[in-house]
């Protein structure tokens, strides 16, 4: 009887054990990798910088080799020109160097018109890596202004009685009240001017749309829907999916959209309900993931279509290192792990374009793969700018977490003072009120365990084995004890 009682519980700790001696041990990522990264990223992206410094008025999209397909930055629809000019603001925040924050002022300055844009949901995604770095790192109030009026523009396209920011113009119809997973990224923009100036409804009206996304988009077991759409009531008309397999499926990116962006919300309010919302898909992801550690364009898709897409595993590697500080250990250790895999593999002869003909940085991204909605797909197996974005971001927080890096280096944008606090609206409240109550950035919250230390790679090993070691003599008498039962 004793051995049937507690084998289960010996069984458990060697494992833990084992698995924690594995997840630190299995990858190679360590400093000296992130700097060769970063040194190639810096390379690719002066390359594309001088080729382009005639015509600061497009930003690069995407390549499937040789040159890159460039999109205008008065583009009303386009939503990946933020991106470019994000990535060179990261360059020039690890060196402070003039030159790139010339480029980078060049290539940020020309959005300036995106500001006023009304027809999308996509002004976060094409301003926060740019205006929003841009004042981050130089404090210029005319980056902040910016930033402020576009979030009164996006603010317009909130819808009070759905409580969600209303996708997109340029799919009504057949979309009425179009709820999609790529927003809660955007969302930042409302969170962010809502501290920094901004009317402090907005606040209220992301964070709304983050609850309405959990509630709906996020299925039982984690995986997501890429579309919900609503009447004008509130009444779900359709769930499914734009850039997927299928609606039932989970597209690989916005499953990554929606690790980012319940992390990046918890980060400004510290609801604890978007905490849970990030670690719920997060554990779909890490589930669903290949031995490589980058995932398929869709999850759910056919042996024969299982393109890989090199951005979703970008952006979840970064999100993953921050949302590993925000939860305690043995979570926070594998989240970490597990971003540092993806980094590992990104940053391979595998997924890294150094001595290809690409101008990107990352290979082997998926745009839109080839579906019912789009037969021919876009940009299938190519260089994203926004992958390219999200790895040199991941880069920068794994190294803002090494020893010996400037206390700022790759941290994410200020969440700032937060808005006057209030009760937070329920997630059917069809009037949030006065904004939620805001918690300041501070340490994980109870019961999440102490922050996790930053030591990673074989170091971590060790302990944890030497753990297990040390409690097998209780255990092996344990066994021998009779039940009392």
Known sequence: MASRHREPLLTRLLALGVGLLGMTSAHAFDDAAADRALAFSRRQLERTATGLSADTTRSPKSSLGGS????????????TQGFFPGALWYVYESGRERVWRERAD???????VQKT????????FKLMPSFGHAYRLTGDPFYRDVLLTAAGSLATRFHPTVGVIDCCDWNDPPWHVALVTDTLVDLELLFWAARHGGDPRWNDQALR????????????????F???????TGRILFRGTFQGYSDGSTWARGQAWAIYGFTMAYRYTRDPRLLEGARKVTEYYLAHLPADSVPPWDFDAPADQRQKDSSAAAITASALLELSTYVGEPAAGRYRGAALAMLDHLASPAYLAEGTSSPGILLHGVAFYRTPIKPQGDDIDASLIYGDYYFIEALQRFKQSSPGMPPDAGTPPDA??????????DVGSPDAGSPPEQRPPGPPEPGDGEPP????????APGALLTVLALWPWLARARRRPSTR
Do not use: F, I, Q, S
């Open 106 to 112: 060049a290539w940020t300055r020309p959005l300036e």
């Open 416 to 425: 700032g003072t937060p808005p006057d606090a209030g009760t937070p609206p």
């Open 209 to 224: 749309h983050a609850l309405k996304t959990l509630e709906h988009m996020v299925r039982a077991d984690g995986g997501t």
């Open 68 to 79: 890159w397909r460039l999109v205008e930055h008065t583009d009303k629809v386009g939503w």
């Open 453 to 460: 230390t930053r030591e990673g790679g074989c170091a971590a």
């Open 117 to 124: 844009n009304t027809a999308t949901h996509d002004l976060g």
């Open 226 to 232: 890429h579309v919900v759409d609503y009447d004008d």
